[in-house]
DNA sequence: GTCACTTTGTGCCTGTCTTCACAAAGTCGT
DNA sequence: ACGACTTTGTGAAGACAGGCACAAAGTGAC
């Protein structure tokens, strides 16, 4: 389910708070969601919460991180070294919550050898060793958007299954292959459309 | 509607391409759609197909940019200077698609007046300013997740009414504004979860 | 002018996701 | 040990989105 990381960051912080037991409501709404919602979520891992009491903090945290399979860490591969590529790169957003970025890859060859943030740029080519011999599970598209496609297909040949996408397209995959695209732009237009509703709307009824 | 970012994009690569006029059968499936979903989502928009014809590509482009209210520009403000601050900065994405940003904003005064990108780094003091003299509609918040909140208010006492947030935090605002977050390490823990679902049914039956 | 063909626009149906509301279950004070 | 209270887990109802399938509408050949 796609709420599940929202609520084990909220368990997270309750859990840094020193906070030992939270009911379906407090959590709900530390993590945006209905209570209900909550409930019938965290019902479908199994039934860990004390009717009159609430759950535990630290036990639901662990269940919900297992069954997201974050008792196993996931390397990384980044594909792209362009603009959005050293970015991601440079970040320590992914460290910080346990996916380790082993690898930073290019097609060009003059890119590879460069350093970007402390780590050696790799061909594209590495990808199959890479998978077979670091457990590589999921890679990260920063390339144009021309260059996207091909980067997957390279990806899924090596063996990947899991892709974060942030080039502006439409990927096509084998159906075993789970593609998430990321769009800054589709955002952005997104949030240009509630403005123009809004103003439309002040203009009307101002 | 949140398809239509995907929809103008399509048609933009067909225009480009040279095409004039494009079956409702083609344009879903280069937005990863099906066509009687696109259908129904353009016949909200008004008609603009010619049965037995199609849609014109460019025609169907303009009405879709207008719904989306990107015949105006949208000036943006980017809050908080760190790493993925600053890797937003440089990323060329936005100007590409019509989003001008218009500043980069700090809370920290050691960090205001360095330059990013070939832009001098502005205080959030400046925010009331940059809403009433320059039209900013539009913020982005890439800090820390603790100071998120802040961020958002501050933005939200100067009269932005569409936010997007990088922060892993949920946000609270008034009614009147739009948030939308995207947070990498949620994509990539749902990734995470159907790698190990994969993982589990290669285990059962291999 | 008519007919065969193509493709849109849309009413209906189906499955899923959400909310409501309440019974079951457990706690705590006395 | 009992009873009042709190909070979970879940069945049933409701809302909503997506897909199917077909009638309406337009094109182009003859």
């Known amino acids: 389910m ?27 709404s530390a993590a945006g969601v209905s209570s209900a919602m909550l409930r019938k979520d965290l019902s479908h891992l199994g ?9 535990d903090v630290d036990r639901l945290a662990s269940e919900i991180a297992a069954a997201l399979g ?13 603009n959005l590529g050293r970015a991601l790169a ?27 943030a402390g780590t050696r740029v790799r061909s594209t080519a ?15 598209i920063a390339t144009p958007p021309e260059g996207a496609q091909e980067a997957c297909d390279t990806l899924v040949d090596a063996g990947v299954r899991s892709v974060l996408n942030f080039a502006p397209v439409v990927l096509t995959v084998p159906d075993e292959v789970v593609v998430r695209t990321v769009d800054l732009s589709t955002e952005l237009q997104i949030l240009a459309f ?13």
Request: proline letters at 4%.
């Open 2 to 28: 796609a709420r599940l990381p929202g609520y084990l960051r909220a368990l997270t912080a309750l859990a840094s708070d020193g906070t030992l037991s939270v009911s379906s409501e407090e959590l709900a």
């Open 70 to 82: 974050l008792t196993q860490d996931w390397p990384v591969a980044i594909v792209g070294m362009g």
């Open 194 to 206: 509630h403005g123009q509703r809004l103003a439309v709307a002040e203009a009307v009824a101002p």
């Open 47 to 55: 039934s860990y919460g004390v009717r009159g009491v609430g759950y």
């Open 126 to 140: 590495d990808l199959p060793d890479l998978v077979e011999r670091d457990g590589l599970a999921i890679g990260v």
């Open 90 to 116: 440079a970040y320590r957003g992914f460290a910080e919550r346990g996916f380790r970025v082993i690898a930073l890859l290019d097609r060009d060859e003059r890119v590879v050898g460069e350093v970007i």
